[in-house]
């Protein structure tokens, strides 16, 4: 099987847990805390490693959470190289309200990385030995990060046989794509900003990514649309996917598991069109597990076979 890496620059200790109610100025006694390592890279490798694939994550980390940052994800199997910098690394919470089903996430600031800091973590993913044949590079920016972070990956990249995976936003997205990737992962949101406007109508919405294929900004366009679905984009194609009907325990990590699928897919020489409904698979999974543990790989196989079924000879 090919070989993987991912890159998060913004890791976090992601803490779950759940409460009967979240009420003003009380004192909530929260049940089930569960701590994962979390960012979007890390959360791609993590879906990835449970599928079974074989990947190395790429991440700066600081401070006392940082390392537990390590520890945890150490337990969990997953290779990982990372980057010392001064600061702390960020934390993250999610609150599951018993009472009403419904989940409240915060996202705490992340650090503040020199140039030194974000240079080496630069090196550190294209210096890779055994270089990888993909690099998945998904998350925010920490504060001193330049936006155009991305876009000297891509442009390192380029010149190389290792293909770059992009999942990001705002003005990091923007200016990477004008460099040029192999897959972006955009939600209807991202891409509407890229596009400069609304795209209610499903005409629009392969118009966007047609249009980004066409200027170069990306082989392969992976549009997730929550409750309505996926679409594929590709010089070659064009692809919708309903989504499917789930109760949806926590969303936290789904676009990460729909990568992290997606990515395993490619990895296995499937075609894009079986690569993505791996993608559609997982990220489903995700949403019926709860707090932030992600996909699963009973699930997903389920799930997949589902898709399959749903619209025989859709794969062959």
């Not at 926590?250 to 897919?265: E, H, I, K, M, P």
Request: glycine share 10%; proline share 6%; aromatic share 6%.
């Amino acid at each position: 099987m090919k070989r993987i890496a991912t890159l998060t620059m913004n890791p976090s200790v992601d803490l779950t847990m759940a409460v009967e109610q979240v009420l003003p100025t009380r004192k909530l006694r929260c049940d089930h805390p569960r701590r994962d390592p979390g960012g979007g890279g890390i959360n791609v490798a993590r879906a990835f490693h449970e599928l079974g694939g074989t990947v190395i994550a790429v991440f700066p980390a600081g401070g006392p959470t940082g390392l537990f940052l390590k520890e945890i994800l150490r337990r969990t199997g997953i290779e990982f190289d990372d980057v010392e910098f001064k600061s702390l690394t960020r934390e993250s919470f999610s609150i599951n309200e018993t009472s009403t089903g419904r989940q409240f996430r915060f996202v705490l600031p992340g650090p503040v990385l020199t140039v030194e800091e974000w240079e080496s973590s630069l090196r550190k993913i294209t210096g890779l030995d055994p270089a990888p044949d993909y690099v998945v590079a998904s998350g925010s920016l920490p504060r001193g990060v330049p936006d155009d972070f991305y876009a000297r990956l891509a442009a390192i990249l380029k010149g190389s046989e290792t293909r770059m995976i992009l999942d990001t936003s705002g003005e990091p997205l923007r200016i990477a794509l004008e460099e040029g990737v192999y897959l972006v992962k955009p939600n209807l949101e991202e891409l509407a900003e890229l596009a400069g406007q609304d795209l209610e109508e499903p005409a629009a919405q392969e118009q966007a990514c047609r249009e980004l294929i066409d200027r170069g900004a990306a082989e392969v366009v992976a549009l997730t649309m929550g409750s309505d679905g996926a679409l594929l984009v590709s010089r070659n194609d064009t692809f919708r996917l309903p989504a499917i009907q789930v109760e949806v325990k926590s969303a936290v990590g789904a676009g990460d598991s729909f990568v992290g699928g997606l990515t395993l897919g490619l990895v296995r020489n499937w075609p894009l069109r079986e690569a993505f409904c791996l993608g559609m698979a997982a990220g489903t999974s995700a949403l019926i597990a709860p707090g932030t543990e992600l996909c699963r790989r009973k699930d997903t196989e389920e799930y997949f076979r589902q898709i399959c079924t749903r619209a025989p000879g859709l794969l062959g």
